[in-house]
């Protein structure tokens, strides 16, 4: 019988400005809001002096029958500020079983959406990614960060990544290989 990997994550991202922040008025979100709804209604999150739009949601998975990923439904997106600097946060709706991979298969999931700063003096000019995540059984959890200049991804400014295990909180920062006032990020 072969054994079911269960993995909880929530992962933190921010991106940095190079510039002290503005102080954009914001547009309220509710504190429930899933990343399908941000995606069927076009939806976007103003936290600070970023704007965040654009969403999308993708699974792949090396073997459909052993694998199990919920709905985007599921994943509740909120703005955050973390050491001044403002992003997203992405945790699971439920924690219980809501992604799991048996022995020997993978489970990617996607998300993507586009970063912009309000103000166009500042600039962004780095990235930070946080994961909490505890897992089950053999199980490994890499979640990686790619900063892209266009939306056809074509020039990466930055990638940072983090793993679990063997820790239940990790954190990488990375400085991009140059600022930029829009970006897109999976």
Do not use: W
């Not at 679990?164 to 897109?184: E, G, I």
Request: net charge neutral; with cysteine; proline share 5%.
């Amino acid at each position: 019988m072969p054994k079911r990997l269960t993995i909880l994550l929530s992962a933190l991202i921010l991106l940095v400005t190079l510039v002290p922040q503005a102080h954009a008025n914001g547009v309220p979100v509710n504190p429930g809001t899933t990343l399908s709804y941000l995606i069927q209604h076009n939806g976007y999150i103003v936290q600070g002096d970023k704007r965040f739009s654009d969403f999308s949601f993708t699974v792949q998975t090396s073997n459909p029958g052993k694998t199990y990923c919920n709905t985007s439904g599921q994943i509740k997106v909120s703005g955050v500020t973390k050491d001044g600097n403002n992003g997203l946060s992405f945790v699971p709706i439920g924690y219980d079983n809501l992604f799991y991979a048996s022995q020997g298969a993978t489970l990617k999931i996607v998300i993507g959406y586009k970063v912009t700063v309000l103000d166009p003096t500042q600039v962004i000019s780095d990235i930070h990614l946080v994961m909490g995540s505890t897992t089950k059984g053999d199980a490994t959890i890499t979640v990686t960060e790619k900063v892209y200049q266009d939306a056809a991804h074509m020039v990466l400014l930055g990638q940072a990544q983090v793993t679990n295990p063997p820790q239940s909180y990790d954190s990488d920062m990375v400085d991009l290989a140059h600022t930029v006032s829009m970006a897109f990020v999976t």
